[in-house]
């Protein structure tokens, strides 16, 4: 009975002045600042020394993200594959926005409700956690039906990319909150498969061995 392992490397794009202000980024296209290219050409080589090479490198097409993803892709001469699917979780009128000026604008009680519970609150304009965790988990299969054994890195936000780790435990949605993703971190999944079905473990979460270098 032949078994096929599947590796995803999944990374958080390096940090960015609006992370470093606290702002809300979401779909706006913020890009690297001088730290987060640091970050992205630590995780590149962290990943270049990997005892097998990469097949494939997957990336949010926002910049922040694509730029991190290229530098991992580089020393491998792979192109990046990006696609929309991976990008945040659109906030809506709050993209740009600090607390303070969310709250001055009349939604700290909606910021509150959407803090404790977002599956039950959005930003005005936002994108739903269902439809984020939904597209999640179509780019999760694209990537399986084209790779059904290797090594792929999937470079993407924190708040998304949680879905990937949820959804490896057969967790609900509101369980991708129990996560916490810093810039560049590294999380491991496998998925091996046979005859009898499929199974996903979780190797690693938020790992950033690499940035104390």
Not at 69 to 79: F, H, Q, V
Not at 92 to 102: F, M, V, Y
Request: aromatic share 4%; proline share 5%.
């Amino acid at each position: 009975m032949k078994t096929e392992t599947l590796r995803l490397f999944v990374v958080r794009h390096g940090i960015t002045d609006w992370n470093r202000a606290l702002r809300m980024q979401g779909h706006t296209d913020i890009p690297l600042n001088e730290e987060g290219r640091r970050q992205a050409s630590r995780i590149a080589a962290r990943l270049a020394a990997l005892d097998a090479p990469l097949d494939a490198v997957w990336s949010s097409d926002l910049s922040r993200a694509r730029d991190t993803a290229e530098a991992i892709a580089a020393p491998y001469g792979l192109p990046v594959r990006c696609t929309p699917l991976l990008r945040e979780i659109m906030l809506g009128a709050w993209e740009g926005l600090s607390q303070t000026e969310i709250e001055a604008r009349g939604d700290g009680e909606l910021l509150q409700r959407y803090r404790d519970s977002p599956a039950g609150a959005r930003p005005p304009g936002g994108e739903t956690l269902e439809h984020a965790w939904d597209r999640m988990l179509r780019v999760r299969a694209e990537i399986c039906a084209e790779f059904p054994e290797g090594q792929v890195v999937v470079v993407g936000h924190g708040g998304t990319l949680r879905a990937l780790l949820a959804a490896a435990l057969d967790a609900p949605v509101t369980s991708m909150l129990k996560f916490s993703l810093v810039n560049t971190s590294l999380s491991i999944l496998e998925q091996t498969r046979n005859s009898h079905g499929s199974v996903w473990r979780i190797r690693s979460v938020n790992d950033t061995a690499h940035l104390l270098c």
